[in-house]
């Protein structure tokens, strides 16, 4: 089946799995961002994406990329570094689904960024949405300071925040990389950067986990490969804003995996602010060309 004939909600419904994945392997990090911080979790987690992202990639033919992929890899390799410790060092100080309903804003920053460098067709109602989306950020806000979650649970809140505006950035780099490589390519170039970037500081930081916790690390490393070449994959045959919105169902594997694995209840608040931040997401992105830009874009 080639791009031309393959309908949006196919790159939507894989896009929606890939988030799946990664949903579950936020469970796992936070459970290791807890048991030895965020830089060994991260670090050895990518230094295993890498070995299987090369598999991917030499499954997939193993072409040399052009200078073009190759600067989007180290682009994207050094924005996802930077955005991944920011948002495990906030996720291990916040409960899952407040930390994921903070990161919701990526989405409606996606379709700004998607307009201005992309050229993709976003209406006026954008602003409506920015404005609204940053409410439901304050509700959430207010409710993380009624419930007396302590001076680290906000600054894990700010950092998660700004993990989220360099996600945007991300997407938009992606749907650009989609289109310049393969998604084993992409799958190994990313995390082969990242564990490159993370390891400038492993004479200083790394450590060998403890026996128990490598489990966790190696069904992690897979998760985050396997929903890096799925999202790969959709973001070659769709339009960025348009699957941002799958980013949407997290939030059910966040609370349900928060509750389940660290007892963590979803407050009032954080659905709330959720609620808001998703119908302003969903109301900027909702537009009549919307299905036909993505077809035109896979095209």
């Given amino acids: 089946m080639t791009a031309r004939h393959l309908s949006p909600a196919v790159a939507f419904a894989v896009a929606a799995a890939g988030i799946g994945l990664f949903s579950i392997m936020d469970a796992f990090m936070k459970s290791l961002v807890l048991a030895v911080g965020v830089y060994n979790a991260l670090f050895w987690r990518t230094m295993i994406s890498s070995g299987l992202g090369a598999m991917a990639w030499r499954a997939g033919g193993a072409g040399r990329p052009s200078s073009r992929a190759i600067r989007l890899h180290l682009l994207r390799g050094a924005i996802t570094a930077a955005m991944a410790l920011l948002f495990f060092w906030g996720l291990g100080r916040v409960p899952m689904a407040q930390a994921i309903a903070l ?59 700004a993990s989220a505006v360099l996600y945007a950035i991300n997407l938009v780099v992606a749907r650009l990389q989609s289109q310049a490589a393969r998604p084993g390519e992409i799958a190994f170039f990313q995390s082969t950067i990242v564990t490159l970037i993370l390891a400038c500081a492993a004479p200083w930081l790394a450590v060998l986990p403890p026996p128990g916790e490598w489990p966790k690390i190696v069904i992690g490393a897979f998760l985050a490969t396997a929903s890096l070449y799925l999202l790969a994959w959709a973001y070659a045959h769709g339009e960025a804003g348009y699957l941002a919105t799958t980013e ?44 036909q830009s993505a077809i035109e874009a896979a095209a």
């Avoid at 007892?263 to 969903?282: K, M």
């Fill in 248 to 291: 949407y169902t997290s939030f059910v594997y966040a609370a349900v995996l928060g509750w389940l694995v660290f007892g963590e209840s979803v407050s009032p608040f954080t659905l709330a602010g959720a609620a808001v931040i998703v119908a302003a997401c969903l109301y900027a992105a909702r537009r009549r060309d919307i299905a």
């Fill in 103 to 161: 990161s919701y804003i990526a989405p409606l920053l996606a379709l700004l960024l998607g307009a201005l460098f992309l050229h993709e067709r976003v209406g006026p109602r954008v602003v409506v949405a920015s404005v609204a989306a940053l409410a439901g950020v304050g509700i959430i806000m207010v409710g993380q300071s009624r419930a007396a979650l302590g001076p680290a649970a906000f600054e894990g809140a700010i950092a998660i925040l």
